[in-house]
């Protein structure tokens, strides 16, 4: 083989991987990501069983139900709108009323959001960072609070 | 008075940075010694002056001065000493000045030791070096200077975020900086090669040590980090897909590339444009892994300190070394000499497969971590990008690599015969085979892709076998002529099988505890028996339990297996009462490579708690693999040719500088 030749080989080689890499990405990216929600853009977007969504925003105060076989209900809040959100296991350590949750999982049928996977904030300065921007929109957001949110010292 | 000399240490050592970035690059183009030499002392002495500052920061921590700011923030009287210490590098002040205190030994180290190569190229790389070392300095004294003084000292610290009160969150950022950081020597040997025109088999030769180096650290820094996540954040996961999680992979990713295409270049004095490339790319990773977990751009988990300011210098510092090192790049690299031919079926060739598909899967992370940047940044919605995505992208690339790589160290030099490679691994087929067939046998068709893992994990691990097999020529000569083979096999033969080797053992252990791990999540009341997996865990009680800066909830369970008692389980929660924190003590129970692991939850109604059991075979072995192919790049390290120096090219015309 030329050198010319080997070149080509080599690229074309390159070009096919690249291609299928490509594919592969741009597949997994019309199906396996997940879109942010706040309470207030769910109760005005009404997202079908189907889609998989972020909802995030505070835990209520006084809305944590516990149930039976670890089954919890808390409402989360952004100050203007609430959703009901269902879920089975166990929530994280820093999950409390009053403070920052992200849930994911499905809006069911009857307007309860089914959540299979819970995340709390992490410590008492770190807010996640959509809850933050959630609670702005809303206007709730409030600059002392801000300290709370993340790393402002 | 101890952090204002430690403050001050700090800028005399950006004074010393400014030198060493100016004068040797003037010592060089005239090839004046004088100036050439003092690099290597200014580069000492910056080492020294960092040290100081770092010693200084560390007193303050040690003491408990809390006039400090971020000692105020980080620390607490009564953690044990070794937080007090680690807290120094817990927070982004201090750990931004470790990053720095890393990048100045570095510089040392070659100060000290790189006698062996050309002065002008020893110039230009420490130079370099300074360039980044000041940028980083000036970013600490501007944006982050950890010995800010409090007006009025509080009489007592808010205390480490809980869960970096860890023994192995002493260890594991120093490791990852050390290889982060490693990669710079890679990035600072490429721009001093562009700047000079020059390059050869010698250059690959100089470089391939610190970026083994730098390369060790990353893959035991990584391993530690996934191990650490696995035990405290309670829910058994090793590996997240989370942004900062994938900022260490991508450097290491482009570092393993830049290791094999070295390789490369060392023997066959090809693919030199390749191999500068991907050193540039390498630390260019690495500077984005920082902006990413400094910048607090993407929520993560491990977002404890971030500031949108710092972003925007970390930003700039982005711009100027990517964009500074590509642009050289672009206007450099045509003037370095093309080297060696080879076919495409040749041990190079194989060796370019390994850098294409490993830098395409370190594309489809870099994709998936910035996606959701641009996203918002273009049309305002907000995503997150998981785990499915990676696993859909960048698993089937790994996993074709991982399929190449037995058949690479078979194949000869220049031309190599895919046929008689293949026939040589024919009893690693037969292994892979079995080995599929057995997992159908034991585990029966609960995952129908994980056999085949299984399958490929045994096939890469016999090919890593027979590959020294076949060079010790065990089998076919006397064992004496074995021995005297095996010692004399160069120790980088030895490293590759044994890296590769690794790997496979990660793999083995990631499908193992994916694929056919099981789990229970429950509320269980004193007296009750749970069982999973053939194991009964009897639950005896609570108990409270004081700790020195925390209290703690301990639960105590009986495991038994097939009726007798094996031991006991005692995992725990912790009250951290200076943050109103809680942190979690998974219990872990060895079975051979695989682990019980057993955590709580809350408090339930009724007198019970809530736990998380869960069984996970083979689990070990992903972390085990990651030392091993530790010890793969040690043996390499180790290698006389690595040690010994490169030979001084004889003067030929094609070595000339080309301008």
Redesign the interface.
Known sequence: ?T?KQ?RL??IG??GA??A??LG??L???S??????NSPTDISEKHPGPTTRI?LGGLVKPGSIE?GA??RIRFDVTDGKSDIPVQYQ???P??FREGQGVVAEGTLGANGVFDADTILAK?????M???VV?ALKKSGRWQEDSADFA???? | MIPELGHYALVLALGLGLIQSVVPVIGARRHDAALMGLASSTALAQFAFVGLSFVALAACYVTSDFSVMTVFENSNSQMPLIYKISSVWGNHEGSMLLWVLILSLFGALVAAFGNNIPATLKANVLAVQSWIASTFYLFILLTSNPFLRLAQAPFEGRDLNPILQDPGLAVHPPLLYLGYVGFSMAFSFAIAALIEGRIDAAWARWVRPWTLVAWMCLTLGIAGGSYWAYYTLGWGGFWFWDPVENASLMPWLAGTALLHSAVVMEKRNALKVWTILLAILTFSLSLIGTFLVRSGVLTSVHSFANDPRRGVFILGILIMFIGGGLSLFAWRAPVLKQGGLFAPISREGALVFNNLFLTTACLTVLTGTLYPIALEALTGAKISVGGPFFNLTFGPLFLALMFAMPFGPLLAWKRGDLYGATQRLMAAFGIGLLAIGLSFAIEGRTSVLAPFGVGLAFFVMTGAVIDLVERTGLFRLPLAAVASRALGLPRSAWGTAVAHFGIALTLLGIIGAAAWGTEKIVAVKPGETLSLSGYELAFNGLKREPGPNYTAVAADFTVREGGSVIGVMQPSKRSFSAREQTTNEAALMMRGASQLYLSLGDDEPGGGIAIRLYYKPLVLLIWAGGIIMMLGGALSLSDRRLRVGAPRPAAKPALAPAE
């Open positions: 083989m050198r080997r080989t080599l080689g390159s991987v690249l299928v890499a592969l990405v597949y997994s990216l199906g396996s990501i997940v879109f942010f972020r516990r076989d670890l296991g166990v929530v350590d820093l992490h410590d008492e300065r770190y996640p960072k959509e921007e993340g790393g402002k010292r």
